[in-house]
Structure formats: C-alpha cells, structure tokens
C-alpha cells in the first residue's frame, strides 16, 4: 500500500546551499532514513515549498547559505513557516540550518540559535564522541553515548527563552556545548541536530537511531 507524504526536505541549493556541505547527498540519505520513497517529498526551492507543505505535518530543513544579507526569498520562507508551525507543523532543522538564511530572526528563534561569524567555530572534521546530557526525554529513552565522523558547530549563539531541551553535548577546550535539542514553539515540535556534514556523519548507528527517534517524537509517535 502506498504511505502518503508525510514528510517534505528543504534541500537548500542556490542561495540556500554553500561550497562546503552536499546537501543533495544528505538529503537524499535522510529521506533514506526517515521514511521510504512515497512518504518523503524533497524540494530544492522555496518556491516549490508553500504548496509541499499542504496537509503534511513535518518539515525538514537541510540547508545553509554563503551570504551575510538577506535576499527577498528568506522572507517568502519565513511566511510560509509561521503559517506552518500556525497550524501545529512539527520541524527538524539539520547541521548548517544554523547558517541559513542570514538575518532572519524568526528563523534562528525557531531552531534556537544561529553561526555567530565573531565566535561560532568547529574544530577539525573527525571521529568524535557524542555525549547523551542528563536530560529525560522521550526522544533519548533507551540511548546511550555515540561516535560519529563529522564536524561539531561551537559557541553558537544560542536563544536564550528556557525553551531548548539538550539532549546530546560535545566537549571542546574543556567546555560543553550543546549539540542536538529538543524545543517547542507554540504548539509544535522542533528538533536542531548539529550533526549531518556529509554521509559520513550517516554511517553512524547512534547518529541513525537519535534520528530515527527523533522523527518519531515530531510525528508524535513517542
């Protein structure tokens, strides 16, 4: 039987892709993941975006930008996710979402932080571990501790509302940063994962398990 779509991927390109991540791969590999070829839709502009959305209760937004301004579509974007998350839409943010769509403040507010260029770093892409934090949470019941290969964004400029949940951390230079939470807005479900570089950030089994949860708790499955 055929699954309706449920589940629609931004997969930034243009001026919501940059030279350093393959969104294209990481995309095609998270609709892999999260559900199967009829229930996950991808779509490559905002444009296409507004009518996706119609009657489907989770977006994914893997992107980013390589640009300081704003352009006008950011706007279209942010119009189109208020009237999302307006109507209980639940949303997972990926990796350098954080970068994307500069100065638009709604955006950041939602995912809960954004790439500070005066002090938001990572360190050297590689084999890392990923803590679990002390936070109980559906999302991480059953979970432990994972290695991943991938980069891990540091000294975000986190929103400070209380409304972010961390639910794993890295250590850098001996201090913990936040890495992947959980949030509410209003009456939907957000969830930023930090990880997802490229599919090498896939191959982990605690990184596909968190993900697989994750989706779960924004379907409200758990």
Do not use: C
């Not at 243009?14 to 998270?30: F, Q, Y």
């Not at 993941?33 to 937004?61: E, K, R």
């Not at 938001?120 to 559906?138: E, N």
């Not at 964004?153 to 939470?181: A, K, M, Q, R």
């Amino acid at each position: 039987m055929t699954q309706p779509v449920d589940t629609i991927i931004f997969s930034g390109e243009g001026p919501h892709a940059d030279p350093w991540h393959p969104l294209a791969e990481t995309s095609a590999k998270i609709a892999e993941i999260v559900g199967d070829a009829n229930s996950v839709t991808t779509v490559t502009s905002v444009g296409q975006l507004d009518a996706a959305l119609n009657s489907v209760g989770l977006l994914v937004v893997n992107a980013s930008a390589n640009r300081s301004a704003p352009i006008p579509e950011d706007d279209d974007f942010a119009r189109i996710l208020d009237a999302f998350l307006a109507r209980g839409g639940n949303l997972l943010a990926t990796h350098s979402a954080t970068i994307a769509f500069p100065g638009l403040h709604s955006w950041h507010s939602t995912i809960g932080a954004v790439w500070d260029y005066d002090r938001t770093f990572h360190p050297p892409i590689g084999q890392t571990l990923i803590r679990r934090s002390d936070v109980d949470h559906p999302i991480v019941d059953g979970l432990g501790d994972f290695e991943v290969y991938d980069e891990r964004f540091t000294n975000l400029d986190l929103i400070d509302d209380g409304d972010s949940e961390p639910l794993y951390v890295h250590t850098e230079n001996g201090v913990t940063h936040p890495l992947i939470w959980a949030r509410t807005v209003g009456s939907s479900r957000v969830i930023y994962d930090g990880l997802g570089h490229d599919l090498r950030s896939y191959e982990s089994p605690g990184h596909i398990a968190l993900l697989r949860r994750a989706v779960s708790w924004l379907r409200h499955h758990i």
